[in-house]
């Protein structure tokens, strides 16, 4: 039997270092780059090594430090947020019908939290007659119940998109859901009230029925049906002549654009609010926390190029900041670049928007053009009439926030801020109602009551302060629907006094039969 070979000794650490030589070489030192390339190259390449140390040490430190640490809200939201607290707490201009007031705050916040064009809401200029636009078909109402969420969902689908009308590959669906502690910003409340107006789901005539359907067994969700007849029904329908809202007449842009134009003048804006406006703020919003592949589906967009399209005119970095090598003021830059920089609550306001500012047609036409007619109708004469005064408004507006002084007739003190209250409330001064505007709240008991809900703030309330301008309280649901679901009827419905109008069981309010 041959003897057992003997086994060779290996060295293995020698072995495993060639591997790692073999598969990882050494790498290149200084002097071997510079002997590689031609001077030009190196000095090129020195430069922009010195750039990448300098984003290494000092970008990715601001932007751990900074960007993602920040708790200041982003000055655009506080734009929208505004004009909604106007709109309900100091609003004296008087719609046609109340469903005005509930669609406009509808589509400032829709335009706030999606970033869509008017086209994708409402009767796009581009498709007149068309009555194209959000239909209830294209928002399912979703209940949904698990343990990181419980409440309802809206699932919006977006048809109409700029460039993809038609085409279902490019429908993206928004998931949407409620905001109890902030009701005004609430797209789900304002969507609920609309519905249950309009009468639209199937089964559900009140959110009483809503609230007792149950999810079905095995299921995290409830979707809610329409009735077959209200799936193409616009959401924000138009308003005929006599009061009442149009069954299936849509918004067109042109009445939509004057109405965005109007708050934000009655507001104290010195810039024109416009649907534009609430496009750009958006896109400023997600560019700073979303992908380019996001961006490109929030927008709309084809390229990452026309984003570009929506920066603001004034620079959005701080680079003062970046040359001294510290942390950017980026809420300072904020600020800057908003429009509530150059809000006054004492600007003029257009003819019409306050309570006592009633013109008959017959005052006297002053300062108006001179038109040279054989013979005026009526009409003709108050046509006149208003030309001259949003003449006379535009050269007041625009010598107001040019700081030129104002005629005696025309200065005028805003009826939600006086000069003292703005003196005692700071630098921003807060918004709270007229007294005239208070004492109509006699009649509207319902605009009221949301007011009330949703800024703490009543009839008897004295100005607010500034704890308390804007209410975070969790309210439900059933409590705001039912005001805000009764100004949204398409009916119109003469003023009463509280006392006057029947209760909920349709009986007497004093007698109760």
């Known amino acids: 039997m041959a003897p057992p070979k003997k086994k060779s000794k290996v060295n293995l650490s020698h072995l495993r270092s060639l591997v790692h030589q073999e598969k990882a070489p050494t790498p290149l030192t200084a002097d071997d780059i510079k002997n590689m390339m031609i001077p030009l190259s190196f000095k090129a390449h020195e430069y922009t090594m010195s750039l990448w140390a300098d984003f290494s040490f000092v970008g990715l430190q601001q932007q751990e430090q900074g960007s993602w640490k920040r708790t200041s809200r982003i000055q655009q939201f506080e ?57 209830y078909g294209d928002i399912d109402l979703v209940r949904y119940q698990n343990g990181t969420y419980t409440g309802y969902l809206l699932y919006l689908w977006l048809r109409n998109r700029k460039g993809h009308r038609n085409n279902k590959k490019h429908f993206p669906i928004m998931l949407l859901y409620e905001e109890a ?50 799936k193409q029904r616009p959401i924000l329908r138009s308003i005929n002549p006599n009061g009442t809202v149009s069954d299936n007449e849509i918004l067109t842009y042109n009445c939509f654009n004057n109405m965005l134009k109007g708050i934000g003048q ?37 390229n990452d190029d026309t984003v570009m399209y929506y920066i603001s005119g004034i620079v959005g970095v701080d680079s003062q900041s970046m040359v001294y090598r510290r942390e950017q003021k980026s809420e300072l830059i904020d600020e800057n670049t908003s429009m509530m920089l150059k809000r006054n609550l004492l600007a003029p306001m257009p003819p019409g928007s306050q309570l006592t500012d ?51 007739e025309y200065a005028v003190t805003a009826p939600h801020q006086t000069a003292s209250d703005s003196e005692s409330t700071g630098s921003t001064p807060l918004r709270y109602p007229s007294r005239y505007l208070k004492a109509l709240w006699k009649f509207e008991p319902e605009r009221e009551r949301i007011a009330n809900l949703m800024y703490s703030y009543s009839r008897n309330s004295v100005a607010p302060n500034n704890s308390t301008a804007i209410s975070r309280r969790e309210i439900p649901l059933s409590d705001i629907l039912q005001p805000m679901t009764k100004l949204a009827h398409p009916k119109k419905e003469r003023y009463v006094y509280q006392s006057a109008g029947p209760t909920e069981d349709n009986c007497c309010s004093v007698c109760g039969h």
């Open 181 to 230: 502690g902030m009701r005004s910003m609430c797209l789900v409340t304002y969507f609920l009230a609309l519905a249950l107006a309009d009468g639209v789901f199937d089964g559900c005539e009140s959110f009483k029925d809503i609230e007792v359907k149950e999810l079905p067994l095995g299921s995290l969700l409830y979707t809610y049906r329409y009735k077959s007849e209200a």
């Open 358 to 408: 009633r013109l008959s047609r017959n005052a006297d036409l002053t300062d108006g053009p001179v038109v040279t007619l054989p013979e005026r109708t009526p009409s003709q004469e108050y046509a006149l009439r208003r030309q001259s005064r949003k003449v006379a408004y535009r050269k007041q507006r625009g010598d107001f926030f040019d700081g030129k002084p104002l005629a005696p």
């Open 266 to 302: 009655r507001a104290g804006y010195e810039d024109r609010l416009s649907a534009y406006w609430f496009r750009r703020a958006y896109a400023k919003a997600v560019e700073k926390t979303a992908t380019p592949a996001q961006r490109r589906l929030f927008m709309g967009h084809t």
């Open 79 to 135: 734009i929208a947020e505004d004009l909604i607290q106007f709109m309900w707490m100091c609003d004296e201009y008087q719609n046609p019908h109340p469903r005005a007031r509930v669609q406009l705050a509808f589509s400032v916040v829709l335009m706030t939290l999606l970033g869509s064009r008017p086209g994708e809401f409402i009767e796009s200029g581009a498709w007149k007659h068309s009555d194209e636009g959000l239909l």
